[in-house]
């Protein structure tokens, strides 16, 4: 009865998701301040849709969890002898169940949108609900027509396949349940930029509205890139961080968007200008959510984090594609002359910095995009090439550096027009970090000009993500001031980590008889055993490593190679030892016909604060939520009481400076 459950409540909430449509589009028609009583069904209809997606999701995580052979994606990617947190994960670790989930999220989303939203005018609320059911039906129809989470096998299968070895990792758990919920965020974002365009309703009040659901998805994209980075850094066994992989880039390229979306709306809702580039960063955000969805689902790229590989299903997502991006930008090309201008500013001034940090986040993205898409394009006249760090690493610089640059100076200016000059001590102090830690690394070595530059800026952005606090009783700084100053403090520990790792860190590559050692740095290692261990499924062959650090105490690290047999796959996992200063990096490779065994260490000074540095810029996102959702509750408390004028609005909605990105 369970996938009987499931599949019904995936057509029940389809037929929902039309009735959806239906209603908003007709409270889009009302006109005169009349609703039509068709009208009122849009939100019951989300509500009731969300319910339905969540429990076929739940069917489905059920299934996994008792192994039920009988339906065809469990027996895919499940085995009754799987430990039960790799049962679990499996649900959405294959390409109909990650699917799944991803409409259960965008059900819900729209269900807590129509629940509890009620600043938007019942015309916008319409249009943005019928937005959203359009974007759900989509997938609905995509599941149940092409990609059945629920079908059945003639005859139950005997055992199951089992779940690709490198997924079962408890970063599964967390990396893309967090990505899925930060892309449903952005559709969420998206229809609220097409319901206010539809509606000619682009205002600080629908800002207000779009901003928590932009900074949420921001937050949750940061964590889970910041999660499959580390993921990737030591299940794979490379000794890398980010590898530029096609798929890497389809997360990486909607955090550019929602980067520039997340400051573009916070400047909408609190000045009341760049109200067109608000709806463009919508639209675009969410159509770099959609094309990677295609470039993981359609089978076009072969990687680890790619689940398709059936050409039909990839025509079905790319029709979707074309047709809700697309459609969007049609209708943006035709209503956003009718979106009014807002407020001017002058090119000094904080609103001046975020429009060309946006500008240089949108030529990064257009960077990735080309990188990830010109090797398929290619593909398709037999011609085969590979775009990887020495393309991605330069071009992405050129618009980084000033980026970081303007960063650090944004926050210092203020609204509306200022002069530079009053800010000669920063500016000074800014150019002396930059310049002096530059010139001070260079003066012990030579190392590649990009870490060198990212150590420049680390040192620069990191004193000036706390300069606005300069004068400032600590006590009375805002909650959402405090948010902007740590995740701008979190970009230079993540920018210190990338470039320490990149000008410093050690390899040593040898053949290790038992007994042997080795050096690396102040460090030395040595091979004292290497013996066969089992685990739940799979057998191993293990390293025992002694290492001692400028002639200390040992420490033990075990690194194996292991082979899964359900389904039969060899994978390389290393052993990390953690120091303040960085990390100790080792794997086992091929026993030579000697009798030898290879080892690589690596010595990667500081690499950890790339992930601290994520997670700092996370919390700081959350703080910002915090922060504005304490002056929208001050902004409502204020309208309630009838005694609050324009400009106490005003002053309420200025009172966290946005950060400047």
């Not at 990792?169 to 539809?198: E, R």
């Not at 100790?584 to 030579?592: P, R, S």
Request: charged share 15%; hydrophobic share 55%.
């Amino acid at each position: 009865m369970i996938p009987e459950i499931g599949l019904a409540a995936l057509w029940l909430a389809a037929a929902l998701a039309v009735l959806q449509i239906a209603s908003g589009a007709f409270a889009l028609r009302a006109a005169g301040g009349e609703v039509n009583p068709l009208a009122i069904y849009a939100r019951p209809a989300a509500i009731v849709q969300a319910f339905l997606a969540v429990l076929a999701f739940l069917m489905l995580l059920w299934a996994f969890a008792i192994t039920d052979l009988s339906i065809k994606l469990v027996a895919s990617n499940s085995h009754s002898m799987k430990p039960m947190l790799y049962k679990l994960t499996g649900t959405w670790g294959n390409h109909e169940g990650s699917m799944l989930l991803w409409v259960g999220v965008l059900a819900l989303s729209g269900g807590m949108l129509a629940a509890f939203e009620r600043r938007l005018p019942e015309r916008t609320m319409g249009a943005t609900l019928a937005v959203q059911g359009f974007v759900a039906l989509g997938f609905y129809a995509f599941l149940l027509l092409s990609s059945n989470p629920f079908e059945r096998l003639p005859v139950p299968a005997a055992e199951g396949t089992g779940l690709n070895p490198l997924l079962q990792d408890v970063g599964l758990a967390i990396h893309p349940p967090t990505l899925y919920a930060g892309y449903v965020g952005l559709s969420v974002a998206f229809s609220l930029a097409m319901g206010a365009l539809l509606t000619r309703e682009v205002n600080p009040s629908f800002a207000r509205v779009m901003r928590p659901w932009v900074l949420g998805a921001w937050v949750l994209l940061t964590l889970g890139i910041t999660a499959g980075s580390y993921w990737a850094y030591y299940e794979l066994g490379w000794g890398g961080w980010w590898f530029w992989d096609p798929v890497e880039n389809a997360s990486l390229m909607p955090w550019l968007a929602a980067t520039a979306l997340m400051h573009s709306v916070s400047v909408l809702a609190a000045r009341d200008a760049l109200r067109t580039w608000t709806i463009m960063l919508g639209v675009l955000a969410f159509s770099m959510s959609m094309l990677g969805t295609f470039l993981v689902r359609s089978g076009v790229l072969t990687s680890v984090h790619a689940f398709a590989v059936d050409p039909e299903r990839g025509a079905f997502i790319l029709a979707l594609l074309g047709l809700y991006i697309g459609g969007a930008f049609t209708i943006f090309a035709l209503r956003a002359g009718a979106v009014s201008e807002g407020k001017r500013f002058a090119v000094s001034s904080r609103e001046g910095a975020l429009v060309f940090n946006n500008v240089m986040l949108s030529a990064i993205l257009a960077i990735v995009l080309l990188g990830t898409l010109y090797p398929l394009l290619t593909e398709m006249f037999d011609v085969r090439v590979s775009v990887g760090p020495p393309y991605f690493n330069p071009a992405s610089a050129i618009f980084a550096v000033p980026m970081f640059l303007v960063m650090a100076v944004g926050p210092l200016l203020r609204w509306k027009s200022d002069k530079p000059a009053r800010l000669q001590f920063e500016l000074a102090l800014i150019a002396a970090l930059f310049i002096g830690v530059i010139a001070v690394v260079s003066f012990f070595g030579q190392f590649p000009l990009l870490p060198l530059l990212g150590l420049g800026l680390a040192a620069a952005l990191g004193v000036a993500a706390f300069l606005p606090l300069r004068g400032r009783a600590i006590s009375r700084v805002p909650v959402a001031t405090w948010g902007m100053v740590i995740a701008h403090f979190g970009v230079a520990v993540s920018l210190f980590g990338m470039a320490c790792e990149g000008a410093f860190s050690q390899e040593r590559l040898a053949a290790v008889a038992p007994g042997g050692t080795e050096q690396i740095g102040d460090f030395s290692f040595t091979l004292e055993s290497v013996t066969p261990v089992a685990g739940p499924n799979w057998t191993a062959i293990e390293a025992r490593l002694a290492i001692s650090e400028d002639g200390g105490e040992p420490v033990i690290l075990t690194p194996q190679a292991r082979n899964f047999w359900s389904p039969p796959q060899a994978t390389s996992e290393s052993a990390l030892l953690t120091r303040w200063d960085g990390q100790l990096y080792a794997v086992i490779g091929n026993q030579a016909e000697d009798g030898r065994w290879q080892i690589r260490v690596w010595w990667k000074p500081f690499v950890t604060f790339i992930w601290y540095g994520g997670l700092l810029i996370g919390l700081g996102g959350i703080l910002a939520i915090a922060g504005r959702v304490k002056v929208d509750v001050r902004r409502r408390r204020a309208v309630a009481m009838g005694t609050v004028r324009r400009s106490d609005l005003e002053a309420l909605d200025a009172a966290s400076p946005v950060p400047a990105e």
